[in-house]
């Protein structure tokens, strides 16, 4: 559905994903209706958000009941023999998510500027094929567009391939090459996991990693973490189950582990131009590196707000703790924990969701 160029409307959600939905649940909820009083802006053009992009293999670190934005259960991953649901099933899950409750998603338009009105009183938002002011934004483009690339000497002359983990699809096609994997998260696990099956692998980090117990997942770190924020809140020390460590044990880490192949090394020092170094004076030849190593928040359409940023976030807070300083008809929505606990996870990002709605509700009926 194309937006009407110059429209006016109460609330502009940009960002189709797991983050805009959520909040167009909750909007929705307080009696807002789709496409008269809020739109929501997605830059992709299908339903699914960052999770079609992400890598073949990939898999929730919890069942589909704990990985469910609010109102409607994921349905039940039915091959449980297979570990929890693939990125798949998510996707799918999206899109019926957004039919269900009618949220006229419009796409694909990427915003591309969100600044003020002369007047004051509203912010226009730039897009590709749709220009509209809104009372009230909420910025929920996530970070999956904007990978973190470490710059480390040499980089420009080694001839092999580097790719970021958000271009990374299936191992076969590295087949009988000789791959470094960086990165001692998640991201780097997993990868390393299904990397490590057909190619000659060197996993490095920057810290030695660490690793959850076998029998702990998604939904008791979703416990510990909030249980943690509660005792912060209240002048309390909090030691969860989410300090032991960094690395879920999905299956295929499992596996990995049970192979030998889960052993990272130091941090190379530099590249050359076949290969990495240590500080140790020893080489490696390397055909290709994957860079597991994050991401940052995508906020470049923020810009024009000249909104003070640290470490490329934006400060934030009011009732809602989303509503950004500087500028109280802008809200942040699933960037991670400094817009809300676990905000980043399709279970978590529903509280935050929640609380920004009905921000802006109370700020409507005022």
Known sequence: MSADVGESVDVAVIGGGQAGLATGYY??????????????????????????????????????????????????????????????????????????????????HGVTAVSREDSGDRLLVAADGADLSARFVVSATGTWTLPFWPTYPGAREFTGRQLHAAQYRRPEEFAGQRVVVVGGGNSGAQVLAEVSTVADTTWVTSRTPRFLPDDVDGRALFAAATARIEALRQGRDHAGVGGLGDVVMVASVREARDRGVLKAQPMFSRLTATGAGWLDGTTTAVDAIIWCTGFRPALRHLHPLHLRDRDGRLSVGGTSGTRADGEPRLFMVGYGDWTGPASATLLGVGRSARDTAADIVARLQR
């Open 27 to 108: 909007l929705r909820r307080a009696g807002l209706v789709p496409v008269r009083d809020f739109v929501i802006l997605d830059a992709e053009d299908r339903p699914g958000g960052a999770w079609q992009h992400m890598w073949d293999g990939l898999r929730l670190f919890s069942p589909a009941s704990y990985s469910s934005l609010p109102g409607w259960m994921m349905p039940p991953w039915d091959d449980a023999a297979l570990g929890f649901p693939p990125r798949d099933h998510v996707v799918d899950y999206l899109g019926r998510y957004e039919e269900r409750y009618e949220l006229h998603v419009r796409r694909p």
